[in-house]
DNA sequence: TCAAAACCTGACCACTTGGTCAAATTTAAT
DNA sequence: ATTAAATTTGACCAAGTGGTCAGGTTTTGA
């Protein structure tokens, strides 16, 4: 936000998951390998202490290397948060195309909360991180809640609509319909500690996630007037 | 946990929620009056500002008393993160009374449901609290998750077995269906930002969580097989 | 009335934290 | 080879942070 930040830390974007494979030596490698580094520490210190609790020593520590690094790549705490978030935010709006008026509601539904889970099994981190910053009254992400994901809902809202009015499904909330939906799988990753105490485990196994993924499946297929079936759209 | 804490920290119990209305008069009023304003102060703190972001200052602040008063009445931050933490447990269980063998299925499940999403709409700081412990990894609410919570599931799993047996609802895995029902219905407390954006409210309206309820419940209710209809349980 | 117990609180402290910076080292491009 | 740009990092700092404590005031019970 001050003109005090990072030295050099704009231009050439960073792409961040993945780590290419070939070049060490195009220019800007190190600013690439070093940015996805800090970024995968803060994401795993924010999640598991808060937007607070995470210092830049221990995201530094975790990503091997010294504080003043962290701080060169990306300036403030705040804007590394930022940055996270940014990385966090793509995952979310990506999986719902597969919503679409021409799908088959139920077969479509079903793959999308199978998707869902297995994010959360996935990437439960970024999972907890978003949902802190929910908690914390999304100060962040405001304007990608009011706008892209907003909008992002008024169009699956018509989807549903008209799946209804072709009678293809009974008519639901569809803000409330996706609301239960995100609810129940992320709670897969954000109370995973939870679960994982009720099914008498430490860490979830792939069965639980399999059983959880159904149950919402039924859930809401069911809610929606459709017949459900054990394994519909995986 | 050490003997460092609170000089006369203990005896008497608290009560907390009732200001009782009368006794300005009997012993050991002004400690119960003080511990339940830091004790709510403290809620408020702790949910919007996470462990590490609650500071005792602001919490004392918030209060209305120095800051050495606070921990005069709980010693430490974590000591006082405790109580808090138990006045939520207490809240956790006390619903699920209604879920009993000879109960009616359809109502009992819509009866706790609706219960849950009020219990949102009127104490969301106190399900931000506890979602942001479980996120954080429970690390202070081991036992209770391995004891009391697992415990009373397993009992509520056992009717829903009972019920299931004797053909009133449709099998199904108790501990994700409880999972689905907690996630949905805290949902509205902890997300109340991304629900309100969704719906072009900064806050939630009385009409919104009506109709939250409504979704789950038909959910939940066709989920387990059962005909649904609106406003059953209320 | 009076002493013991409970309560109050400003001032203080050791430690942590985000952030800075200047001096080096490495990389990139000519 | 040379030099400008990018990167590295130990040392440092000001602003908090949780927590303590001594010396006070108020409540309580006899």
Chains 1, 2 share one sequence.
């Not at 804007?79 to 793509?90: T, W």
């Not at 990608?144 to 799946?163: C, G, I, Q, S």
């Amino acid at each position: 936000m001050s003109e005090t930040v990072a030295k050099g830390a704009d231009a050439k974007e960073n792409g961040a998951k993945d780590s290419g494979g070939k070049d060490d030596s195009s220019p800007g490698h190190i600013r690439i390998k070093n940015r996805a580094l800090i970024l995968t520490a803060a994401e795993e210190v924010f999640a598991t202490q808060g937007y607070r609790g995470a210092t830049t020593a221990a995201i530094a520590q975790k990503a091997g290397l010294p504080k003043a690094n962290v701080h060169y790549y990306f300036g403030t705490k705040e804007a590394l948060y930022h940055a996270v978030l940014e990385d966090i935010l793509g995952l979310w709006l990506g999986e719902l195309d597969r919503i679409t008026e021409d799908s088959e509601p139920a077969t479509a539904l079903a793959a999308y909360i199978r998707a869902k889970v297995r994010h959360s099994r996935e990437r439960p981190l970024a999972s907890k991180v978003y949902a802190n910053e929910m908690i914390r009254g999304a100060r962040h992400t405001r304007d990608f809640l009011k706008n892209e994901l907003r909008n992002l809902v008024k169009e699956k809202a018509k989807v549903l609509e008209a799946w209804a009015k072709a009678g293809r499904i009974e008519p639901v909330e569809p803000i409330h319909l996706f609301s239960v939906i995100w609810a129940a799988t992320q709670h897969y990753a954000d109370f995973e500690v939870q679960v994982g105490a009720l099914v008498g485990r430490r860490q979830l196994a792939a069965k639980d996630y399999d059983e959880a993924a159904e149950t919402v499946v039924r859930l809401v297929l069911r809610g929606c007037g459709l017949p459900y079936q054990p394994g519909i759209g995986s």
